[in-house]
Every structure is written in C-alpha cells, then in structure tokens.
C-alpha cells in the first residue's frame, strides 16, 4: 500500500465547531487530493493540491479550506462543521498528472 | 464531461472470470479510461487504465473496443476478496496546469459467490 495515513479516522463534533482532518505521505509525490463519499454521490473531490502552497477547488469545496505547507502533509479544515458535512473523507496522492491516484483509510466525520 | 454508464449491480462464481462492462460513448481522444475499485469500508484502489489499446497487469484486463465507446474490465479468475464496487472513470483535465481529476460515479457492486 503506498504510505498514505489519515487522522483521526473516527470524530464525532458538534455543529458549528471547527474540525481539521490530516492527510500524510510518505511517497513524496505532488498531487494531493481531498475527497467525501456518501451514499448515492459515490466519491466528490472537495479540494486538490498540485504542490506545497499550491491549491484549487474541486466541485463540492463550499464550507471546506485546506492548506499544504509541507509536501508530505494536506490539512482539510471545516470552519464550522455543519450535518451536512457528516461523511466519510478520503485523501489520495498522486506523483503528477496522467498518473493513478493512490487512496488512504479514510476519516469517518460524524456531525451532531 | 464524459460520463460512464455500469450496471448497479453483477455476480460471478468464485474462480471464473468476472467481465465489468462499462460506456462512455462520450469519451475525447485524449482521455484515458480507469477502473477502481472498493472493498466495504476502505479507500478506492486502483486497477488499471488505458487509452485505446488493451492493458493487463498483475490484477486485471482492460479491453476498449475500437471506437473507445465502451470498455470491458477483467477479472481473469475471481475469488471472494474481489467483492467490491467497482468504479469505471474517465480522466478529464480541470485546469491550465493540466492536473487531471477523477470523476466517481456509482459503479458497480460485484459480489462473488462461493
């Protein structure tokens, strides 16, 4: 398995609490992706990055802001988490464009 | 954006080959097809892609037909850990760095049978 961690993979907040989620390689590759899987969507990219401070959205970023200062670690942040947010996210790495995307564990948000 | 149609759902016996179809008769010239796919509960993994010609590796078969509209995924002989949805994408490009993403659909849950 390529060395993608997630953290945490369990956390349950409360509305309107800020939450951070944790992408981290060790593969050294460019592109970092944060995506969130729900039933019946399959899996929506929410931000993607193709380099350290290098950044763009994905087409469900609305709520969401992420920030990469070092290669091997890609934050997604929920400034004030909301139900809708309730959902299992996934980060994926890949070492540039025409190349597979590699997943990690996933984080399983649960918002009350 | 091409899109890709695949059946919700299929079963193979456990030891044959397990064949996904799936269309994208809307595909440019110069998008690729992939396939992932997902055990209950992990990330997606990747299995294959390709262009235009046939591709194999250690896991599967990718068949394209000649006009690029469909392709085939195959599993030569399943076991039961092949189980999964299975994701058919076509790789499009969303910005001027040329950084492609991927686009899940539905995909299809194959199950193997003992």
């Known amino acids: 398995d390529a060395g993608i961690t997630q953290s945490p993979r369990h956390k349950v907040t409360e509305t309107g609490t800020p939450v951070t989620l944790r992408c981290h390689q060790t593969e050294n590759h460019r592109y970092m992706y944060w995506y969130r899987q729900d039933p019946g969507h399959g899996l929506r990219l929410i931000h993607y990055s193709y380099g350290v401070k290098d950044t763009d959205k994905g087409e469900v970023s609305d709520g969401y802001s992420v920030s990469r200062s070092k290669t091997e670690d890609f934050l997604l942040t929920l400034e004030s988490a909301t139900s809708s947010q309730t959902s299992v996210y996934f980060c994926a790495i890949s070492p540039g464009q025409r190349y597979e995307q590699y997943f990690g564990p996933g984080t399983r948000l649960t918002v009350t | 954006d091409a899109k890709t149609t695949q059946p919700p759902s299929m079963d193979c016996a456990e030891g044959r080959a397990a064949n996904l179809p799936c269309n994208h008769s809307?595909?440019?010239?110069?998008?690729?097809v992939y396939w992932y796919r997902q055990i209950h509960s992990q990330g997606p993994q990747y299995i294959i892609h390709g262009l235009k010609n046939n591709e194999t590796n250690e896991m599967a078969s990718l068949i394209i037909t000649e006009d690029r509209k469909s392709s085939t995924l195959i599993l030569p002989h399943a076991t039961l850990r092949d189980t999964a949805v299975y994701y058919c994408?076509?790789?499009?490009?969303?910005?001027?760095?040329?950084?492609?993403?991927?686009?899940f659909g539905t995909g299809t849950r194959l199950t193997i049978i003992p």
């Open positions: 994408i076509v790789r499009e490009a969303i910005s001027n760095f040329g950084n492609e993403k991927l686009t």
């Open positions: 809307t595909i440019s010239g110069n998008e690729y």
